[in-house]
């Protein structure tokens, strides 16, 4: 598998695999199928309510624990210092691990954000008490980033943002790429756009003919020319799937190589139009559900 460094040196998988909108009762076999298939590398959060299933994984699998790079983020009801820390404790215990790989804020708080920055700080402290290995955030915007920077110490290792050919967000990727913080591209193939509820009159990128059509070219999936998109360029792509013959097809796409000309076309099919929620509108009071104790 090959990794990204972060910033502060630790070393990343490339590629790994998501658990959003993976339901409990199937989590366990998604994730064993992956650390069967090779992954070393998972993305979940306080608020997919997977973490126990996760970590129930991570254990029978029988991979050494510190092969696998464990992934998980803070909901916005547990921003503000001391409850971020109490955050990372509820995760640690659902996961059943005394340290996580990665932890990041899932979302700024734009209309609170001082509770962010109190949140952000809690990440600083874990991180210097050695429970985490790298800190970072999610759907951060310029502006939010601008922010952080001027008001914190850390340097986000991460910013998962969603990022696809319809929607690639390059102002942030540009501001992020400045600070050497890394792009990891959340619904990477284009998920978010055709979940149930969300985009039934949208086209889904992977039926696009551009996408297709390099597919035809080089003998792989459209899924798997979307990755290599990504990875190419440097990114981190979290991929989900619950379907093992899904899994392991997004996680062959280290033996292809897009040229300028189709990343160039693929780049063009930028659409400006965001499938998930705008991360200027997240609120408390919209989004604010509690994350359980147990
Ligand atoms: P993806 O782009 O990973 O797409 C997932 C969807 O594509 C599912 O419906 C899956 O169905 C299907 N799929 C998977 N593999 C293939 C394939 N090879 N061919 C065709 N269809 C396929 O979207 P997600 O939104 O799930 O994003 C990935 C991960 O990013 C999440 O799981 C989560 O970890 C993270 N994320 C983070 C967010 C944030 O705010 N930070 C927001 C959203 C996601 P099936 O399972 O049936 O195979």
Do not use: C
């Not at 997977?50 to 050494?64: D, F, I, K, T």
């Not at 990891?184 to 009159?201: H, L």
């Amino acid at each position: 598998m090959q990794t990204l460094t972060l910033d502060n040196g630790v070393q990343m998988p490339t590629l790994g695999l998501g658990v959003f909108q993976t339901p409990p009762e199937e989590t366990k076999a998604a994730v064993r199928d992956a650390l069967d298939l090779g992954y070393r590398h998972i993305d979940t959060a306080a608020a997919y309510g997977n973490e126990r299933e996760v970590g129930q994984a991570l254990r029978e699998s029988g991979v050494p624990r510190d092969d696998v790079f464990v992934e998980t983020k803070i909901w916005i009801s547990d921003y503000g210092y001391e409850q971020t820390l109490h955050g990372f404790d509820k995760s640690a215990a659902k996961l059943g691990l005394d340290r996580i790989d990665l932890l990041i804020l899932h979302q700024a708080l734009p209309s609170d954000f001082d509770r962010t920055l109190a949140a952000y700080r809690a990440l600083e402290k874990l991180l210097a008490d050695g429970k985490v290995r790298a800190i970072g955030v999610s759907n951060f915007m310029v502006d939010h980033l601008r922010r952080l920077l001027d008001a914190t110490t850390v340097v986000p290792a991460v910013n998962q943002l969603e990022i696809h050919p319809y929607f690639q967000q390059r102002d942030v990727l540009d501001f992020d790429d400045a600070h050497r913080i890394l792009n990891q591209a959340w619904s990477p193939i284009g998920g978010i756009t055709f979940y149930p509820g969300y985009g039934e009159d949208r086209t889904s990128v992977l039926d696009d003919p551009v996408v297709t059509g390099i597919a035809e070219t080089h003998g792989k999936s459209p899924a798997q020319v979307l990755l290599r998109w990504g990875v190419q360029q440097g990114r981190s792509v979290i991929p989900k799937s619950t379907k093992r013959h899904r899994i392991a097809e997004n996680i062959d796409v280290f033996d292809f190589t897009l040229t300028p000309d189709e990343v160039t076309a693929l780049d063009a099919l930028e659409t400006g139009r965001r499938g998930g929620p705008d991360p200027q509108a997240v609120t408390l009071a919209d989004f604010g559900r509690a994350i359980p104790e147990a």
